[in-house]
């Protein structure tokens, strides 16, 4: 009998949660560190490993057509590269 | 039985490449994605000329209701997935369970929102209090319209794993229905980290 | 064959065109003005083009109205493509097409009385230009449910005589149709009648659904399909 807990799809939750767990961990501050952005950075990009994960895994885009897969990989580098380069530098030459 | 030969069929299965639901279904998601990508690139726009005052904004926001509603979208978004596993090895009661409890969970972020959203109103902050919660309750308050149609999804999927079309129809319905759902939860897994948790 | 729905679709295309050429290179209200502009700045700035926004609302005022002719049309196409009896899909897609004709003609008419005296006391122009500006994103609310009922009516379509990604495609697009409205609560940022998700995604996707959704249309009746469809 095929089980309904004991499965990947049921390991990628628990890792999903246990990241998120860590996040919140991350943004009260780490022990010894005192720049907070790090903690930020950190956070976002736990953010978008976990929509990689979701995209993959959940909306079972691992197997899918190559050029949609590309996409979701693409989407979630692309945009979580931009928004921890533009989250406490001067990118925008303010 | 039936399950373990389904089992045993799946490494072959899944070196086919295959489209999950119809492909209009992800021009939809696709779209979407990149709608809310220009979302946080523009919030991190602004944010840099004022980082001060979203900081400490953020500092407002109740981490732990916002930490809630996020296990409650991963995990309803773990039933879904599981309901999907259940359809497909023609477990229909089992898969109609799992989607109702997806639809609960999902309820359960509304009503927590709500707690969320008055507990600020309760204090004097509206979307006029600064540029941090304009974008927080204009980002929240999208999200939110996308979980209530995501609800209105998850119900119609309900209807159709118990129809009476063909097992290969329901299943395209279900899979294109599931994705959006996952969809709504994973731009929460951004707005979560963007609004409540990045500093 | 069918000239007369063929006008009625190209009258989109035509309409949009005209109104953009009124609203851009007459009024020249592209980028529109900022909701922050102070009173007398937004009195001099309809005091020193009184004749070019006068100019351009008329040409605006006629834009607006060639939208009614293509929600006709594709109302007429909807009316085949609805497998239910009842058309509710085509009935509130032409009856919130025509409140949106309403707002752009109204946003369009409201320049024009604002531009009409401009020597009158700035706090009345100052009040006319907010009026005509959160006239035209009243569009909004009426545009996500006409498009939501396109939509709809694409994918209940069994003959497919639009294709079933364009469905999907006018569902995205009441998305992005939403956040206009909330022009209303703001002056600054991106939600302002001025900003990216108010103004400039609005303003740029309806533009471009408009035309796939015209050419799509003549498309199905150059292939034959909507012949065939008329003849079951």
Redesign the interface.
Known sequence: MQSLVANRATLIWLGLVVATCLSVELFKGLPGLNAPYVGGMAVTAIAFLKTRFILLDFMELRHAPRPMRLFAECWWIAIGAIVIATFRTNFFGL | ?H??H??AARPQV???????G????????????L?F??F???F??????D?ALY?RSQLQLN?ALG?AN??IL??S??C???SL??FR?ERIA?SKYLLAGAGVLGMAFIVSKAIEWSDKFRHGIT??TN?FF?FYF?FTG?HL??VIIGLGVLAYLYRTVGARSSHAARLVTL?GG??FW??V??LW??L???L???? | MHRGLKLCIWSGPAGFGLFGIGLIAFAHFLPPPPPTLGMDQVAELYRNNALGIRLGAILMMFGASMFGPFFAATSAFMWRMEPRAEKPYTWTQAMNGTVIVACFFLGGLLLAITAYRPDRAPELTYLMNDISWIVFILAAPPAVFQSVAIGLAVLADPNKLLPRWMGYFTLWVAVIFAPVILGVLFKSGPFAWNGLFSFWLGAGIVGVWANILAFQMLGAIKSGRWTQVLEQ
């Open positions: 039985m399950g373990s389904t089992e899944s070196r086919q490449r295959h489209m999950p119809e492909e209009g279904v992800w021009l939809f998601i696709f779209g979407d994605m709608f990508a220009v946080f690139v523009t991190n726009y602004y944010r840099a000329h980082v900081t981490q930490l996020t296990l991963l995990t978004s773990w879904v997935v599981q596993r259940a090895s089992t979307v006029e540029e304009m204009m999208i319209i996308h899979e599931a994705a996952h969809l939860d994973m897994v951004v979560f980290a963007l409540y948790l990045m500093r």
